[in-house]
């Protein structure tokens, strides 16, 4: 009797593993994807942002620029979330301010996950001199206090926003070289590369058609979680007075309530739980893109 249930379970097991095996890669992708409730909260509050963002100016329900005569009025019909101290209403601020925000966000951390990408994969696929010297340079901006560095950029060449999205992507890149270079070492010494390097392939070619496309998906939930970063350092930026004046934005919104934390608490306060819950969001993404991608994690799901 035991011996029939167990060869019953090894049956179940096998089924199992070739019900598996039968999926196309895209099924058990969106399997896993399907399977990781933090991904699936992170992604339907993303969307929700993405949306309101698009659509600013149908949802908006008050120029967000336009000064009223209703100073720190409090939430009411004709205010959904208050005014501040300029009679402008909060939500419709808040709404215009997911766009750039996100906008910040996404090209902040794009520029350091190409940067953090090419530099990382080459040193650590070319390794030899080229290797050191890129180490040292990481190292460098690794021991550096970025956002001190960030706020002198910032007082020497302005805070427009295409100034704050390059300089928090010129120094937000270190993290993102170390996985490359790590992933490029390992890389290196499989049988596909050694194979295009005895055939004659150029080692530029090489870089670029095995090693990168081979090793980017530590890269890419990297750079999904830098997008949370680039959001509060721009949100800091704002506060201490440094972001842009001429575009609103959510740190902006927290700066300009400073000063009525007691009399108008919903001008910093809505924008803030702002910023927590799309920060929050973009980590759950990342979390669980690295989840899908990593195949140590994904055995588990």
Request: aromatic share 8%; glycine share 10%; net charge positive.
């Amino acid at each position: 009797m035991e011996k029939v249930q167990n060869m019953q379970n090894v049956k179940n097991v096998q089924n199992t593993g070739n019900a598996r095996s039968s999926r196309s890669p895209f099924k058990r992708m969106l399997h896993h994807i399907r399977s990781i409730y933090q991904l699936k909260i992170g992604v339907t509050i993303l969307a929700a942002l993405v949306i309101v963002a698009i659509f600013a100016p149908l949802i908006a329900t008050h120029d967000p620029y336009l000064l009223g005569d209703e100073l720190t009025a409090p939430p009411s019909g004709a205010h959904l979330l208050g005014t501040d101290g300029l009679g402008r209403d909060i939500f419709s601020m808040i709404v215009y301010g997911a766009r750039t925000s996100l906008l910040i966000g996404v090209i902040a951390a794009l520029i350091s996950g190409v940067i953090g990408t090419l530099l990382g994969g080459i040193a650590g696929f070319y390794r030899g001199r080229i290797d050191k010297v890129l180490t040292e340079v990481n190292n460098i901006f690794l021991i550096m206090p970025t956002f001190f560095l960030i706020l002198l950029v910032i007082a020497l060449f302005g805070s427009s926003m295409f100034n704050v999205m390059l300089i928090i992507g010129l120094t937000s890149w270190v993290g993102n070289a170390r996985l490359m270079r790590a992933q490029a070492m390992s890389l290196r010494e499989r049988t596909f590369v050694l194979s295009s390097t005895a055939i004659g392939e150029s080692r530029s070619k090489i870089l670029f058609k095995h090693i990168i496309p081979n090793g980017i998906f530590p890269i890419i939930a990297n750079t999904t979680m830098n997008i949370s970063g680039a959001i509060l350092t721009e949100a800091g930026l704002s506060f201490l007075g440094l972001g842009d004046p001429n575009v609103v934005s959510w740190g902006q919104i927290v700066f300009n309530g400073r000063s009525y934390l007691t009399s108008g608490w919903w001008i910093s306060t809505f924008s803030g739980l702002t910023i927590v819950i799309t920060v929050l969001a973009f980590y759950l993404v990342g979390d669980g893109l690295n989840r899908v991608l990593s195949p140590k994690l994904r055995a588990n799901y």
